[in-house]
């Protein structure tokens, strides 16, 4: 073995197995031609290995690096064995190329940093734990097919890697940054309790995205250990500039999702529970003067921020994350529509309701549209939540019926029958029915019961034969205007909910 302190420092077959380095071990530039066995290893110092070559194996199993462990550019040419290796300071494998398999199985790594890293072989970390987060930015995974499953302490950083072959990633984290991620194959990713932000990622072939309930089981049937993570649902962050067409989401959260400029949205599929936000905050809030009850509906979280935006806007609304743009309600309005459509290709009706009342939520809150639409908008939505709350038509059309059933107890039957013109009056047939009881004298039951069919008639949109008078039959003609528009609502309100 030569000294490390040579400018290219090369070794044959190395056996340090369970040797232990007090200071420093630096091997900057060195070549390995065999075997390099430091099993069982203990590193007091920096271990140092930057642009090292590994021309055989490398065996680093069950060794401790208590200083920082420093692989920024080596080469490892054939299998590369970590498991159970303990790493307690900063660990660098930035540019690393492991040609041959890469395994870190039940090994501990702090602060962890693959950026740019080559695996070419398998990328074991089978039951690993990154301590302080980790970051496999810009790494390359060439025919890896499974990563994980591996537990990590604040955030797992997969940023603009390239997963080239189909693989099974299963990663318990605070959080996964999915950001730029290029997946050239189909591939399944599995969480749990981490936010997830999957903005401009690259999806060339189906990928999955799940929220994995039951722990995680490593090869050796053990439950993964995720100490120091706090249970919490899977969240989706953003789902900017990625193309849909190629996403399935199971079980995520969506009450946090960003989905503007998320291409081909109408494509997106919803599996399982993907709860999203409800309006907030609840009950009855006072705007203007006048009571307003927030509609429980399904919303966007793109809604939320732009609803706390406005002026003299109700408490309760979630801010816009610093930095994020706040959407207006034209764009919104389309949100809601590729929603809407992804859910009625989905046969899922009642969501696709809830999408549609966002979606004309916006419409009305767009100052762009003309004054008339947006007051038949407007009445749209006070007489039936547009056609989709089957109470408020409801609601209507009893308030309808009884104020018909008043105007005709009071002016629309006649208590004197039609009586023939007299002669000498130019006029064939007979005079309207007269009304002449005193006001209180006119409401008795048996009239209320002839008011009462003559509603019933008009809701079913018929006559229901009785002499009126002249104030009853224009009563009873806008009453079988009215009140089947009403009924109608009510039952499409009603369909909305329970259609399949």
């Known amino acids: ?30 070549t390995f031609m065999g075997r390099a066995g430091f099993d069982g290893a203990t590193f007091k110092g ?24 420093r692989f920024d550019g080596a080469t490892f040419e054939s299998d590369t064995r970590f498991d159970r290796a303990r790493f307690t300071g900063v660990t660098l494998f930035v540019r690393a190329v492991f040609e041959g398999d890469a395994v870190f199985d039940e090994g501990i790594l702090n602060g962890a940093a693959f950026n740019s890293a080559t695996f070419k072989g398998c990328a074991g970390f089978d039951g690993a734990r990154f301590k302080d987060g980790g970051s496999f930015d810009r790494a390359s995974f060439e025919s890896a097919s499974s990563f994980g499953p591996l537990a990590c302490q604040g955030t797992l950083s997969l940023a603009a890697a390239v997963f080239s072959a189909a693989v099974i990633v299963e990663i318990a984290a605070g959080r996964v940054d999915c950001h730029r991620t290029r997946w050239a194959s189909t591939a399944s990713l599995r969480l749990r309790h981490a936010v997830v932000d999957l903005s401009d990622a690259v999806l060339e072939f189906p990928v999955s995205v799940t929220a994995h309930h039951p722990p995680f089981l490593t090869t050796g049937g053990s439950p993964l250990d995720e100490s120091g993570l706090a249970e919490a649902p899977v969240r989706v962050e953003s789902l900017r500039g990625v193309d849909a067409a190629h996403l399935v989401l199971t079980d995520l959260n969506l009450s946090e999702s960003r989905f503007c400029g998320t291409v081909h949205l109408d494509q997106l599929r919803l599996e399982g529970r993907c709860p999203f936000p409800l309006p907030n905050p609840p009950g009855i809030h006072w705007r203007r003067g006048l009571p307003i009850r927030h509609t429980q509906r399904l919303l966007l979280a793109e809604e939320q921020h732009w609803r706390h935006s406005r002026p003299r806007a109700v408490p309760g609304w979630l801010p816009a994350p610093p930095g994020v743009e706040i959407v207006k309600p034209p764009a919104l309005a389309a949100l809601y529509r590729a929603l809407r459509k992804s859910q009625e290709d989905s046969r899922n009706e009642p969501g696709a ?104 008639n008009s809701v079913v949109f018929r006559s229901s034969g009785q002499s009126l008078t002249t104030v009853g039959r224009y009563t009873e003609m806008a009453s079988r205007f009215t009140e089947p528009i009403l009924l109608a609502l009510a039952l499409l309100a009603v369909r909305g909910r329970v259609k399949r």
Request: with cysteine.
């Open 46 to 69: 920096r271990a140092v290995f930057n642009s090292a070559t590994f021309k055989s194996e490398a065996r680093f199993r069950d060794a401790t690096f208590m200083g920082d462990a």
């Open 1 to 30: 073995m030569r000294d490390s302190t040579d400018q290219r420092p090369r070794f044959g077959a190395v056996r340090l197995s369970g040797a232990t380095f007090e200071g420093d071990a630096a091997f900057n530039n060195a």
């Open 353 to 456: 309701a809830d999408f549609y009342y966002g979606e004309m939520e916006m419409r009305r809150a767009d100052p762009t549209i003309a004054p008339a639409e947006r007051g038949l908008l407007n009445l749209y939505w006070a007489l039936s939540g547009y056609g989709l709350r089957a109470a408020r038509a409801v609601g209507w059309l009893l308030c309808a019926m009884t104020a018909t059933v008043l105007l005709m107890v009071g002016f629309g039957l006649p208590d004197t029958p039609a009586q023939p013109y007299p002669p000498g009056a130019g006029v064939i047939g007979k005079q309207n029915p007269r009304l002449h009881a005193d006001f209180p004298d006119r409401f008795t039951t048996a009239r209320a019961q002839k008011a009462a069919d003559v509603v019933i």
